[in-house]
Each structure stands twice: as C-alpha cells, then as structure tokens.
C-alpha cells in the first residue's frame, strides 16, 4: 500500500459515497413518505404517482395494476405499458407493432396501434425512429404537430430473402425515417402494394413501428417472425405545463424546487427542472435537491488523512519488522569515524528512482525476484533488488549480514549501498554495474569470439582476488556458495564484480565446516558438499573451477545433448583432458590466439579446482596468487615466477587487510537477503 494506492481507494470510495448519497435521495423521489414510490420495478417520481394526491394532475396519473398472477405489479400510463421514468424528461414504454398480414389464399388481416398522450407528452425525436419492415410494404404514421395534422412514411420491396442486407437501411426489405420534433397523438398501420403474393413464402407480413434506436438492430428474421400483439421499446418526452419557464416561473402552479433550475422542453410545449450543480434528487419536490459535493469531499479528505495514518503506521510495522531500529544501531556503531555510510532509503525514494517500478527499468528476473535500474536525487544510477519474499524469522540475521556486507569495500566486489525496510519485502541498493553478466557473454553474446584471451584471465584473476578476500580478509568470513558466470558483473572495462549473496554463510569464528541444506546452482555445485551437507570454503573452490572452464570453452554448464555420464561441463572437461583432447575441447578463439603454455597452466589451476576431495582443491588464496603470477609472466616474461608470487601475495594481503577493519560476529543461520546479479 502507498500514497498512490491510497489516492485510487479515496477515489473509488467518493464514487461510492455518492451512490449511497443518491441511492438515499432516490428513496425520497416520491411526494411524501404515503405516497408510493415504486409500482413493480419501476420507480415512481413526483410528479407522477399512482394516487390523486400524489401526482401534479392526471396527466401523471400512474395505473399500478397486478399482474395476471397477481404477484408483479405493472405501471400503465394511458393503454401503454411504462419501463422506466426519469426525471429528466424521458419516459420508456412499450408500444405495440402494426401488421399486415395474409395468408396462402390472400385472407388479410392487420391492427392499426394509436397512441393518445396529454399535451405535454412528445414521441421522442432524438430517441426514437419509424421503421418499416417487409419486402411489399408502405408504412404511414399519422400524427398532430403545432395542432395540425401530420404524416410520414416509407416504402420498402424486394424480390428475394438473399436481397436483404442486415443492418443495412437500403429500402430493401426494410426501411426507417427520423421522427421530428413535437409529433403528439399518433397512429400508425403498413399495407401491401400486390398482398405479399410475390413474397408469402419468406415474408407474409408487412410491419410498421416506432422503435428506440439504440434498441433495436434490423435482421432478416423479422421479416417473417413479427407477428400481432408484440411490442417493441419506445420512449416519449414529457414536460411540465404547456408553457415555457419565463411564464411559469411567475404562476402560483410552478413547481421546480430549491436549489433546481428551469430550462425549456427542447421537443414540444412546457418546461423542466433540474438540480443545481453540486446537488441531487428530485427537483420537482419542495426540498429534492440535496447537495453531496461538500459532504463527499470532507467524507473523502477525513479518510485520506486516516489512511495516511495507517500507511505511515504500516511503514513502521515493516521497519520495525525487518529490524531497522537494531539496523540503525549497528551502522551507527560500525561506521563510527567512516565516510562510507549506508544508507536506510523511504519506500518513496526507490519508488521515484524507478518510476513506480516501470516494466522498462526492469535489468533482472528470476526466481529470487526483480531487479530494476535506478536514479536516485543525486543523479547515481544503482540496481534494486526487490525480492519476493523473507522469512521473517531471519530479521536480525538479515540485518548482521547488511551490517557486514555494506563495509567489504572491495573493487571486485558489487557494492552494497543501502537498503529499504518499509515494505513488507526488504529493498536492497546496490552499485550499478553497466555490461551485465559474464555469463551473457559466455553464452549470449556474438561477441565473445572476439573477448581476447588477456581479459579472460583478467576476468578470472579479479574473480579469484573477491572470494579470496571473502574467505580471508572479510570478519567474520563468508562462504558465497553460489560461485556462477551468472553472479560475476563486468564493468565498462570488462572490470570483474563478483554479485549476488542471496545464498551465502558467514562463517562463525573457530569454525571450518558447516551443516547446512544443500543450496547453489546445478552444474556449480561442489558433489562433496552436495553428498556430505557439509559447507567449506572450498566448496567455492569447486563452482569457481567450473567457471574456468567455461571460460576456456565457451560451453554449458549442463547439456543433455553430452552423454549422461558427461552432461556436467566438469565431466565433460575432465574426460576430455583423460583422452589427451584439450585443445578439441577450448574455445576456436583461444586456440587461434596460441598462449600454449600459459593456457596449459590455466587448465592445471581449473583441474586442481575441480578435484572431488575438497581437501585436495588449492584455496582461493592459492588460486589467486596463480592466476596473478600468470597474467604477470605474460607481461614480464624476465620476471622470476617464484619470486614474484610472493610479491603478490604480500601486495594482495595487505589490500585485504586494508579493507577489512570490520566488527566480528557471531554465529547465524542461513542468509535471507538476496544479491545484485543473479
């Protein structure tokens, strides 16, 4: 829930405050409380009424009649059954069809329906057409307008059903006219040029009538299916009076209410009411409109500022929920005297940074959840993490591992820069890395034919140089557990980040192994943990061999093309390696570069990281001082190997030192939070 949301629920709830405002003027349409104001389904407003002393006069007078089985009853004005009555001036009825029908031997027959209304009750000319219906027909409509008489009509033929065009007004088969206005008592009847002998066999019938436009659609079915006694929906317009509102606002009979205005029937004689802008109800009633505009907006505002409560109320829960107060504490404590501070970010903040989380801000998905590429106010672009769910239960762990992460300050490492703890979900910030995975360009992109072999072995030393510094340098330790292509992030120079701590351990002090549930990536996984439950350092040792591998040969981590035995790209490596076929096996691009030598070591330093014992595996320390020495050699070739590697490891120690003056912890359980990168 936000701000936002709230905005919407106050919206939706002024819609429905104004329903029940209306629904309950609506119950006051009648004259007085004795009077009735529904007959049947049909709502009865003054000034019609079904008694004498609750309609205007009799031309208003409402006939509730039972039903035939006594239990329905029906409005009737005049011989004409009503549908609906609205205040606005319109009335639906029912009006019967005029027919002209015969038989095989010719016999006719036909009706002839007429309408007689008081003086201030029209046939709708916006709402309303004549229509024709037959293929040997003439329909006439006889009527008084302005007290004279008048008369419309059409003509419509055809020689053949498959002539009809549905929906299509052509005078074939059917035919309409608009009505004009001020059109009063009327009649109407259809006849027969040569008595449908022409056409008995698909149309006996001539028809004629007036039909609601927006009701009625012509279908070549009628022109054998209308028969006597049907109806169709028509509506007439009525008025107050004969007189227009300049002259009955000064006579002792006017009857618009307070806070209604006059306007003059647009189609016949007389005048109408109409509520005030901001008001509702019945006008033609002394008191009938009511004004719901203020009510609706003080209703509306008292309910934003009560639902803004409860969200900043919420924002506490989740803060307090997901450990901020002790969060807090801790930052404040560990980062006495830093200048790198993390920072505790609004749920607003990060919903402005990603445009209400857009789709198109959308960098990663998986089953972890989203994350999204961000602007903050201070114009740096950061990637966050919104994941799907936590377990609650993990809150202070959750927080020691924010605590402990945001203080590695390591160049191969993505960068923790805050987090959100207003949400139900906690948000995590981090540092935007702009090339995306290596895997994308192991396995994704064309251009990984063209990654020289230079920066692989950067990629994979810079990698090594990370979890070296997690196992050694960082306090207390951390276990990554989840060592992929897919978890490394490439900078704009091809610079290595190693991401994503969705899975890791720290490691409690005087502790080596690890009882956990087996977690991490198929393929990756080291098979003695995966047998023992038992979590080393060296099971990071192992997923990074794999990603050796992948770099020296470009393939898939699982195939089920391979042979089963070999679907594993560790298998499938190290059963080439066993047939002497290594080169059949790398990259064409790596090949073609030569660096034999070098990539022989390369392929050693992979080998002793895939060893099945984890006791046999170097450690990443051990790795990355070999990775370095040969990206060194090849640039200094003169440089003593042995003598160098000291150097490097005694330059690489005191980075890790350097960078690690960090609090101790102790012991958790397994890390809730989810990192940038998978």
């Not at 007004?169 to 309409?176: F, N, T």
């Not at 801790?330 to 200048?339: A, C, D, F, P, V």
């Not at 195939?559 to 679907?567: A, D, F, G, L, T």
Request: aromatic letters at 10%; a neutral charge.
């Amino acid at each position: 829930m936000d701000f936002y949301r709230i905005l919407i629920q106050v919206t939706w709830t002024g819609v429905i405050l104004a329903e029940m405002v209306t629904a309950a003027v609506a119950a006051q349409l009648a004259k007085r409380n004795t009077c009735q104001d529904r007959c049947g389904d049909v709502g009865i407003p003054y000034p019609f009424g079904t008694t004498k002393d609750c309609y205007l006069d009799e031309y208003f007078f409402i006939n509730c009649t039972n039903s035939s089985n006594g239990r329905n009853p029906l409005p009737y004005l005049g011989n004409v059954f009503v549908k609906n009555i609205s205040i606005h001036g319109q009335l639906d009825i029912l009006m019967y069809i005029a027919n002209d029908c015969y038989n095989k031997t010719g016999f006719q027959s036909s009706n002839r329906p007429s309408l007689r209304i008081p003086d201030n009750f029209t046939i709708s000319n916006t709402l309303n057409k004549f229509v024709a219906v037959g293929c040997d027909t003439e329909a006439i409509l006889t009527a008084t307008r302005n007290s004279k008489l008048f008369y419309l009509g059409c003509v419509s033929t055809c020689e053949s059903i498959s002539d009809v065009i549905d929906g299509s007004c052509s005078g074939i088969g059917w035919c309409e006219v608009e009505i004009p206005k001020g059109l009063k008592k009327f009649s109407f009847g259809s006849n027969s040029f040569w008595n449908h002998t022409r056409v008995w066999s698909f149309n006996p019938c001539s028809s004629a009538f007036v039909v609601r436009k927006d009701l009625f659609n012509f279908s070549s079915e009628y022109l054998s299916s209308l028969r006597y006694n049907e109806t169709v929906p028509m509506v007439l317009d009525w008025a107050i009076g004969n007189e227009p509102c300049e002259y009955a606002q000064t006579k002792s009979g006017y009857v618009c209410g307070g806070n209604s205005t006059c306007y003059d029937s647009d189609n016949g004689n007389g005048y109408r009411c109409r509520c005030n802008e901001g008001y509702d109800g019945n006008p033609y009633l002394h008191d009938g409109c009511q004004g719901i505009i203020a009510a609706l907006l003080c209703t509306s505002w008292l309910y934003l500022v009560l639902e803004r409560r409860k969200l900043i109320k919420l924002k506490e829960k989740y803060f307090q929920q997901n450990g901020g107060l002790i969060l807090e504490q801790r930052l404040n404590k560990s980062q006495r005297g830093s200048h790198e501070t993390v920072k505790i970010f609004t749920a607003e903040e990060l919903k402005k940074a990603t445009k209400k989380y857009d789709e198109s801000r959308i960098i990663g998905r998986g089953g972890f959840g989203v994350v999204y590429k961000g602007f903050l106010s201070d114009n740096r672009i950061v990637a966050i993490k919104k994941s799907k769910t936590v377990d609650e239960r993990q809150a202070e762990q959750f927080i020691n591992e924010v605590v402990v992460l945001s203080q590695i300050n390591h160049r191969h490492i993505v960068r923790l820069l805050g987090c959100c703890l207003e949400t139900q979900v906690p948000l995590l910030v981090y540092e935007f890395v702009p090339k995306g995975t290596l895997f994308q360009y192991i396995h994704q992109h064309s251009s990984i034919s063209t990654l020289p072999w230079e920066i692989r072995l950067r990629i994979a030393t810079e990698t090594a140089e990370a979890l070296w510094y997690l196992h050694s340098a960082a306090s207390p330790p951390i276990i990554h557990r989840d060592v992929k292509s897919s978890n490394i992030l490439l900078d704009d120079d091809f610079t290595a980040k190693v991401s994503d701590f969705g899975t890791s351990r720290l490691v409690p002090q005087d502790e080596k192994l690890l009882a956990t549930v087996v977690q991490g990536t198929l393929g990756y996984l080291d098979p003695e943990y995966l047998q023992t439950n038992q979590l080393t350092e060296k099971s990071d040792v192992y997923s990074f061999g794999v990603v050796l591998v992948e770099l020296l040969t470009g393939k898939n981590v699982l195939s089920s093309i391979r042979p089963e035995e070999e679907r594993s790209l560790a298998a499938h490596f190290l059963s080439f390696l066993k047939k002497h076929r290594l080169f059949e096996i790398l990259e064409n691009h790596i090949v073609a570069e030569g660096n034999e030598e070098q990539i022989k070591e390369f392929v050693e330093i992979a080998t002793s990281c895939l060893e099945v014992k984890g006791e046999e595996r170097p450690t990443m320390k051990e790795v990355a001082i070999r990775l370095d020495g040969l990206r060194k050699r090849k640039k200094h070739p003169w440089v003593n190997v042995q003598s160098h590697a000291v150097v490097t490891e005694n330059l690489l120690a005191a980075t890790c030192v350097a960078s690690a003056e960090i609090a101790g912890y102790d012991s958790m359980g397994p890390v809730t939070l989810i990192e940038y990168g998978r």
